[in-house]
C-alpha cells in the first residue's frame, strides 16, 4: 500500500459518522461557562479592583501590546453583550454569527491584562475559536428549530474531535509542566495548602505535612496517564472518576474560576459520542432515539472546517515550542505555556496600582 492510500485510509476516519448529541451538550456547556466566565470577570476584576481602567497600568503580552480597554461606559457595555453572546450561544441562537463574536470578544477581554492570567482562560479562546467551524447548532438549538432543514442527528468525527483532543493536551503538558524540581519536592503545594489551614472541614487535612505530597505526585500521575487510561473503554470511567475526584479538590481548595467545569465537560467527550441522548433517556424514562435503527441524515462534509480544525488542534501542540524562554517567573514561553506563574505578575499588578 502506497503512502497516498496510507494517509487516504487515515484520513476518512475522520469522516466516520457519529451522533451529534455530545456536541450539543458541550455547545450548551461552554455558552453557560462562558457566561460565568465572563460575568466573574466583570463583577471582580472590572467592578471591584477596576484593573480594565485605561488610565491605570496594565501587564501586555508580547505582540498584543496595541490591546487597550475601553472608556466607560463602553467597557461595562462590551461585558454585557459578550455575556449575552454566551448565552445565545447556549441555546444555539444565530450561532453562525454569535460564536465568531465570542470568540474575539473574549480573547480581547483575556488579552487585556497578562497580570490575571489563567491556564483556562487560553484553553478558552482556543475552544471559542474551533468551534466556528463546527456543526454545534444542528441539533438541540433554536437554530435547528427555526429551520427543520439544518437538523442533523449525525456528524462526521472530527467535528467532535478537536475537543476531546486539545483536553489531552492540557493533562499531558500539565503532568510534564510538573516534571521539575520544585514539584517534585511539593514545594508549591506545601505553600498554597498552608495558606489554606483556617478552611473549614478540610482544613487540618490540608495542613498535614503528607497532603502535599500526596497530591503532588498524584497530581503528576494522573496528568500523565489521564489522556492514555480516558482512549480505551475498560479503564476511561475509572479514569473519568480519578479525574473528577481531581478536579472537585481543586474547586474546593483552589480559586481557578470555571477550569473544573469546562475540564470535566471537555473529558466527558471521551465517552462513546450519544451517552448524552442515552442519559436523557434514562433519566427521563423514555426510550433511547439514537442511531441505531434510525435513517439519519448526517451533517454535510465541510472540507474546509476539516482542514482548519485538523491543523490548528496540532499547531495547538506545537506551539509551545514556538516561544523561547523557560514557563516560570521570566514569562518565557507565555500564552502558550502550562505552567506561567502570573501570581507573581498578580501582585506587581497591585503594586503598579497602589493607590498613594
Not at 166 to 194: E, H, I, Q, S, T
Not at 307 to 327: E, Q, T
Request: charged content about 15%.
Amino acid at each position: 500500500m502506497d503512502t497516498a492510500a496510507v494517509v487516504k485510509k487515515y484520513l476518512s476516519r475522520f469522516y466516520h459518522p457519529i451522533d451529534i448529541a455530545s456536541l450539543a451538550f458541550f455547545r450548551v456547556a461552554l455558552g453557560l461557562l462562558g457566561f460565568v466566565d465572563v460575568l466573574s470577570t466583570y463583577v471582580y476584576y472590572h467592578w471591584q479592583r477596576d484593573a480594565f481602567n485605561p488610565h491605570k497600568f496594565q501587564f501586555r503580552y508580547y505582540g498584543f501590546e496595541w490591546v487597550r480597554p475601553f472608556p466607560e461606559p463602553y467597557m461595562s457595555a462590551f461585558f454585557f453583550l459578550l455575556m449575552g453572546a454566551a448565552l445565545l450561544i447556549a441555546i444555539g441562537k444565530w450561532y453562525r454569527w454569535v460564536t465568531p463574536l465570542f470568540f474575539v470578544g473574549y480573547t480581547y477581554s483575556f488579552l487585556l491584562e497578562k497580570a490575571f492570567y489563567l491556564n483556562h482562560g487560553y484553553l478558552f479562546c482556543w475552544i471559542a475559536f474551533v468551534m466556528i467551524f463546527l456543526p454545534a447548532n444542528r441539533a438541540f438549538s433554536l437554530d435547528a428549530k427555526r429551520d427543520p432543514g439544518l437538523r442533523r442527528r449525525q456528524i462526521p468525527l472530527w467535528a467532535l474531535f478537536p475537543l476531546p483532543f486539545l483536553m489531552g493536551l492540557v493533562y499531558f503538558y500539565g503532568g510534564l509542566a510538573k516534571l521539575n524540581g520544585d514539584w517534585l519536592r511539593a514545594v508549591p503545594l506545601a505553600d498554597w495548602l498552608g495558606q489554606k489551614a483556617d478552611t473549614p472541614f478540610i482544613g487540618p487535612l490540608l495542613a498535614h505535612e503528607w497532603t502535599p505530597w500526596l497530591m503532588a505526585y498524584g497530581g503528576l500521575l494522573l496528568d500523565l496517564s489521564s489522556t492514555f487510561l480516558l482512549l480505551f473503554r475498560r479503564t476511561r470511567p475509572f479514569a473519568f472518576a480519578a479525574i473528577t475526584f481531581f478536579h472537585a479538590v481543586n474547586h474546593l481548595v483552589f480559586n481557578i474560576g470555571i477550569f473544573p467545569f469546562l475540564s470535566l465537560a471537555l473529558t466527558a467527550l471521551f465517552f462513546s459520542p450519544d451517552w448524552p441522548r442515552r442519559l436523557a433517556a434514562r433519566l427521563f424514562k423514555r426510550e433511547s432515539t439514537g442511531s441505531a435503527g434510525a435513517r439519519i441524515s448526517p451533517a454535510p462534509v465541510d472540507a474546509g472546517s476539516f482542514g482548519i480544525v485538523y491543523g490548528l488542534s496540532h499547531v495547538d501542540s506545537a506551539s509551545p515550542l514556538a516561544f523561547p524562554g523557560r514557563c516560570g517567573l521570566d514569562g518565557g514561553g507565555t500564552p502558550l505555556c502550562l505552567a506561567h506563574d502570573a501570581a507573581f505578575e498578580a501582585g506587581l499588578w497591585q503594586a503598579c496600582n497602589k493607590r498613594p
